[in-house]
């Protein structure tokens, strides 16, 4: 019986250890679904990052929010993932349902970087803090002239290039976001929550990962 009983402890030590080894994994990796809008800058963009378990999904570009937090609903269905993330700009979109469509996105647990107006302001902060109202298509000339050379929205280099500055870029709009109070995405313009689905891949990167606490 004694042994019997050794036997059950140091299987119940075994399957402690399992569990412990996998939490410790959940801790360490997660996998990580980016639906994006565009078709070519934020795709080129997230797909740089080094995450081992990192999944980069395009909508064809619509314009409609409100597909892309479907479509990501759905992917998500199809699959196991930690974190489910939805990429897109104000653009022209209506005050109301670009509000509205954040607000389903993570009242199902999909998180979104958001833009006003337009992805290539995260660019922008990397260089210098913007908080005056610019219109999307200006941010194109902005970032040439930082550049010295023309931008291009199908830039593969766009992240090596930025890269050594991307701590400007999160510091910057960090301090944006804290400009508005109360928060409103749709009417807050510059605004950009990049920074977060940037600040969570930076978490899972190899060489970050043995400080996850």
């Not at 939490?23 to 080094?50: H, W």
């Not at 196991?80 to 996105?105: K, L």
């Amino acid at each position: 019986m004694a042994r019997r009983g050794k036997h059950r402890r140091a299987q119940g030590g075994r399957n402690r250890n399992y569990r412990d080894r996998r939490a410790d994994r959940q801790e360490t990796v997660q996998r990580f679904l980016i639906v994006c809008e565009g078709s070519k800058t934020e795709p080129n963009y997230f797909r740089r990052f080094r995450v081992p378990e990192l999944i980069v999904d395009v909508k064809n570009p619509s314009n409609n929010p409100r597909k892309l937090v479907d479509k990501a609903l759905a992917v998500r269905e199809q699959g196991e993932y930690d974190q489910v993330w939805c990429v897109f700009d104000r653009d022209d979109c209506d005050v109301g349902e670009f509000n509205s469509v954040i607000q389903r996105a993570e009242s199902q647990g999909v998180h979104v970087a958001y833009s006003n107006q337009a992805f290539e302001l995260w660019y922008l902060l990397h260089y210098h803090f913007y908080n005056a109202p610019m219109h999307r298509v200006d941010y194109a000339e902005k970032l040439s002239e930082q550049l010295s050379r023309t931008y291009r929205k199908n830039d593969i280099h766009m992240f090596d290039e930025l890269h050594p500055m991307q701590s400007t870029a999160v510091r910057n709009a960090k301090l944006l976001l804290q400009q508005y109070s109360p928060r409103n995405p749709g009417t807050d313009d510059p605004s950009t929550t990049v920074h977060l689905l940037v600040r969570e891949l930076n978490r899972f990167l190899p060489e970050n990962r043995k400080n996850i606490a």
